[in-house]
């Protein structure tokens, strides 16, 4: 069965996602059971977690034994070393090491602990280019010359450093038109100043007529604003100026309540302005460029790094999910597995979900285990929005059949009342309507 549950520190999950990895192994055929133990993986996110989970394994499934005097459950604990027991980065490894010609890659690759140190060689790529390629090197020299030589470095090691998130979109737009890429964005910003000047105007109208604190201000204020949503805004043509003039209304004016925190918002909006469009289509070439620099970068660094050879952390997911693409449907049966545990979900980032997504697609259970309130990686590309995307990805895997999503593990057996209390606090003001029901902690009673 799927689940997704939701589990405060101290709750007991590493139990819960042991005893659900006991259960698949119990309804296992035991002449086929080193086979098919081998079909389950238990995901996590750091090798101590993947060290913890795996003890509790062990020592569930040797007391079963102890308990019960059933040599099924010795079978299985002599087993469970087949599972996939590890974080998703090791993971990843074992289905590259097991499908080399698949994903490209030599089966005894080597996996750098560190992230490839791409800004030592920004400044060597530069100099290859200007002097060595001169079919780009008036490019180079015009970028350089608009955006300076250090902007250029670092944005193509930063964009290295997150190609897990960004390469995708970044090897597209390589291959743009500027010109249709302006007239896009054009396109784009029209809509959205649109749009956000209807939401402004309705938000307007429903202070003047709720806010009670609007009548305190100046009555100058009020009439301007009267007269510019009875009869002046028909005047305007587009949204940008609506904005303009509403915010030279507001501008230095002594206000109350929503209309000041509306007058603060505005300000933002400013930032996003159609007067620099006569730059834009050199802004879109230069983008462009940008993207085709990053490819070329790309692949100079991995010249000197052996593609096939060697791989960080980053690399690992990337070439993963691209092994999935060359994959076929038999394949896919055979190395995915029939099982999924994930533990720590609500560090996973985008990539890791993806793969997440896709080997859940051949799996008869998937569980997974998170708590928002744990979230602490996203300086690594954690996403914790991505307990939202999981709830759904659950009701959509299995509909009405799922009784509660997620399920709720609330009581606590580690902290003390008081720090519970002051725990349950702070995070009721952040998490608002979703607390009450799914994150709230309560007290173990023995």
Known sequence: MDGLVCAGAGTGKTTVLATRFLNYTWELD???????????AAITFTE??????????????FNNFIENNDSRWFTIYRTVEMASICTIHSFCRSLLAQNPLKAGINPSFNVEPQDIPAQEYTEE?????????????????????????????????????????????IHKLAGANPERLAKQYKEFVIDYINKKAENYLSELEDIMQNDPLFPEISGNVIDTLNAFLSQEVKQYSCGEDILNRLNDILRGKRLKGRISQL??????????????????????????EIAKLYVEFEKYLWAGYEYDSTVDFNELLIRTLAL??????????????ANILVDEFQDTSPIQWDIINELAKYSKNVLLVGDEKQSIYRFRGADV????????????RKGDKLPQNPYPLDINYRSSRRLLRLFNRIFRHHFQ??????????????
């Open 385 to 396: 929005s991505v307990i939202r995307k999981a709830e759904q990805f659950i009701i959509d």
């Open 324 to 337: 999935f693409d060359k994959l076929d449907e038999k394949q896919k049966q055979n190395i995915y597995p």
């Open 263 to 288: 007058r603060e918002s505005l300000k933002d909006e400013k930032k996003i302005s159609t007067a620099e469009w006569k730059n834009l289509d050199e802004l879109a070439t230069l983008a462009v």
């Open 30 to 40: 035991l002449p086929n059971i080193r086979n098919s133990v081998s079909k389950i």
């Open 433 to 446: 309507d979703y607390w009450r029901q799914k994150l709230q902690l309560h007290l173990h009673e023995p």
């Open 48 to 61: 101590k977690a993947a060290n913890e989970m795996r003890e509790r394994i062990f020592e569930l499934a």
């Open 125 to 169: 790529f530069l100099s290859f280019l200007v002097e060595g390629q001169l079919d780009k090197k008036d490019t180079v020299l015009w970028m350089i010359e608009k955006l300076s030589r250090k902007n250029i470095k670092s944005c193509l090691s930063e964009i290295f450093r997150k190609r897990q998130y960004l390469g995708k979109a």
